[in-house]
């Protein structure tokens, strides 16, 4: 097993790009995450999904969109529609089984907003 | 809104010691709490996970510790070695999910 796989692990935009970052899982999780995580902040849900085609808005939704397919539910993208410096972070999918089940991280994307 | 404190900040110990590190929430209503390990520049790896209906749980020298009346969880590492250095986080999970800041620990051989 892979575990849970991201794509890419670096990128750098410019202010105004837009950008889609890919999360893979082959655990057959219904749950799956996307967080960001700034220093000193610790990590902030961005938004989830609790099977396919499903989505909810997490702590920080804002400049984000996310969509999990129906014939691809093991993949759940996150989309940046006009990236801005803000949005420069480390961001982490993750999945579960369930809400109360551990969750299991990918090794994240480092992405710059120039 | 769930707020997720871990305290210390940062913690700097000599191999071989026993050491606690705390985690504290604001609201009890939770469905269980999950401790992570971090390496720099590396994703999060689950350490244990404690259910709301449980008081701890133990894997090898880590054992993890759940207050949900008190709003508090612990983690107790024993004989700690240079490999546990590491930032340790918590979550709790309710009807989302909150991190802690993290502690960052440094085991000096």
């Known amino acids: 097993n892979a575990g849970v796989t991201q794509t890419p692990k670096f990128r750098v935009l410019k202010t105004g790009q837009s950008m889609t970052l890919l999360c893979a899982q082959d655990m057959n999780h219904e749950y799956m995450y996307w967080y960001r995580q700034d220093p000193g902040m610790g990590l902030r849900l961005i938004h989830y999904s609790v099977g396919e085609g499903t989505t909810a808005k997490g702590e920080v939704p804002d400049g984000y969109n996310v969509s999990r397919l129906k014939k691809k539910k093991q993949n759940f993208l996150l989309g940046l529609e006009s990236a801005a410096p803000s949005q420069t972070s480390v961001y982490f999918c993750a999945s579960s089984y369930n809400r109360v089940y551990e969750q299991y991280f990918g090794p994240g994307t480092r992405l710059t907003v120039t | 809104k769930q707020e997720v404190t871990q305290i210390p900040a940062a913690l700097s110990v000599p191999e071989g010691e026993n050491l606690v590190l705390n985690c504290s929430f604001t609201?009890?209503?939770?469905?269980?709490l999950q401790w992570f390990r971090q390496d720099p520049g590396k994703g999060l790896t689950s350490l244990l996970l404690i259910q709301s209906s449980q008081r701890e749980q133990t894997s090898g020298r880590l054992n993890a510790s759940l207050d949900k009346s008190s709003g508090r969880s612990t983690l107790y590492i024993a004989a700690s070695q240079p490999g546990d250095s590491a930032t340790y986080l918590c979550a709790v999970i309710a009807y989302d999910m909150r991190f802690g800041a993290g502690t960052r620990l440094t085991v000096k051989p």
């Open positions: 609201d009890s209503a939770i469905y269980n």
